[in-house]
């Protein structure tokens, strides 16, 4: 549930046991005109500073206030009618909710102490010592709502300050997978039509692809901002769309890219192809940038429990206990293992490097 949300449970909570108490003692009773106007002025107190204030939750000042007013009004409610206890239902949670850390603890003694004491509970005990037993319990009972209620506000935290981090790692790796391979892209393209200045008609084709790789960049970058999919999966299945990007990498950099499917291709979760079509974009950068390759092959296998794909190059390759990989191989990795996947490299020198993504995917 959204954070926002819960302060109108506990608003619906308080209305609703206090429509019930209100039917409660008008069937045991009779109509009640005092107690009626007790409840509609508690009932207006709370709309109007609290339910109407949500910025001011959790403020000791003046949120204390206007618990002490709800606090004294349910105890002349109880005081002149015991059926208004069953409020206690709605109210309970409430200093947790209105007051800062541990004055919470405080106000729901408080709060406990008093709807006893506005029953009579206080003037029984010398009669009845189980009461005192029912007032100590009820009080311990709500010392510890609020231990486990600032838990759950404690991990609930934790959760959101996590989730901050996997988004900004989710941002970095998106940023990394266009802007930064585009902009990689945009300098090699340049660097070959300065090498080539003296051949006007290639220096016109090299910038013009500089141009192209610098709008296509721009794009995907708005859109994995904006946590679109691949803008290639908005237009085509995944095989498709990595015949695509093989094409479009070959006519940048002049290396030969080929595709070839496995199995019977079929739709994947949406997470999954984005980790596939992310990891063959990452894998041809790095061809481009490091193996010096003669050509690069992708293979997408479909198979029964997982789907896998390969980035093969007859590169240069490395060593790769010598090498802990750059960040595009580490976002790879962390792409991967949120889908359930795994990646892994293998390489030698002079002997080219193989790629392998394999994601479960029954």
């Known amino acids: 549930m959204d954070e926002a949300a819960w302060p109108r449970v506990f608003h619906l909570l308080f209305y609703t046991c206090l429509a019930m108490a209100i039917t409660i003692a008008t069937v045991e009773e009779g109509p009640d005109p005092a107690g009626l106007g007790l409840a509609t002025?508690?009932?207006?107190?709370?709309?109007?500073?609290?339910?109407?204030?949500?910025?001011?939750?959790?403020?000791?000042?003046?949120?204390?206030?206007?618990?002490?007013?709800?606090?004294?009004?349910?105890?002349?409610?109880?005081?002149?009618?015991?059926?208004?206890?069953?409020?206690?239902?709605?109210?309970?949670?409430?200093?947790?909710?209105?007051?800062?850390?541990?004055?919470?603890?405080?106000?729901?003694?408080?709060?406990?102490?008093?709807?006893?004491?506005?029953?009579?509970?206080?003037?029984?005990?010398?009669?009845?010592?189980?009461?005192?037993?029912?007032?100590?319990?009820?009080?311990?009972?709500?010392?510890?709502?609020?231990?486990?209620?600032?838990?759950?506000?404690?991990?609930?935290?934790?959760?959101?300050?996590?989730?901050?981090?996997?988004?900004?790692?989710?941002?970095?790796?998106?940023?990394?997978?266009?802007?930064?391979?585009?902009?990689?892209?945009?300098?090699?393209?340049?660097?070959?039509?300065?090498?080539?200045?003296?051949?006007?008609?290639a220096v016109r084709k090299r910038i013009a692809q500089a141009k192209r790789l610098a709008r296509d960049s721009l794009k995907e970058a708005r859109r994995s901002v904006d946590a679109l999919r691949p803008e290639p999966l908005e237009r085509a299945p995944l095989h498709e769309a990595l015949k695509g990007v093989a094409e479009r990498w070959s006519a940048a950099t002049g290396v030969p890219a080929t595709v070839s499917v496995d199995g019977g291709p079929r739709r994947l979760p949406e997470d999954v192809e984005a980790t596939l079509l992310r990891a063959a974009q990452e894998g041809l950068a790095n061809v481009a940038k490091h193996a010096r390759a003669r050509r690069a092959v992708l293979t997408l296998s479909y198979m029964e429990e997982e789907v896998t794909l390969d980035v093969l190059d007859d590169g240069a390759g490395f060593d790769p206990e010598g090498t802990a990989g750059g960040y595009g191989l580490i976002a790879m990795r962390e792409r991967a293992a949120r889908s359930g996947g795994t990646v892994t490299v293998e390489s030698a020198l002079g002997e080219g490097t193989a790629l392998c993504v394999s994601i479960p995917c029954a």
């Open 41 to 201: 002025l508690l009932a207006a107190w709370y709309t109007f500073f609290i339910a109407r204030r949500p910025a001011f939750l959790e403020r000791l000042n003046p949120m204390a206030w206007h618990f002490l007013v709800l606090v004294a009004l349910n105890y002349a409610l109880v005081r002149a009618n015991p059926a208004y206890q069953a409020m206690a239902y709605g109210m309970v949670a409430l200093p947790y909710v209105l007051l800062p850390g541990r004055w919470g603890y405080a106000g729901a003694v408080l709060f406990v102490l008093s709807s006893a004491a506005g029953a009579g509970a206080f003037e029984a005990i010398p009669g009845d010592p189980s009461v005192l037993a029912y007032v100590v319990g009820s009080t311990a009972l709500t010392l510890i709502m609020g231990l486990l209620t600032h838990d759950l506000v404690r991990h609930s935290q934790q959760n959101l300050i996590l989730g901050a981090m996997e988004e900004r790692a989710r941002l970095a790796r998106e940023i990394h997978d266009t802007l930064a391979q585009g902009f990689s892209g945009i300098i090699a393209q340049l660097e070959a039509a300065e090498q080539g200045i003296d051949d006007p008609e």
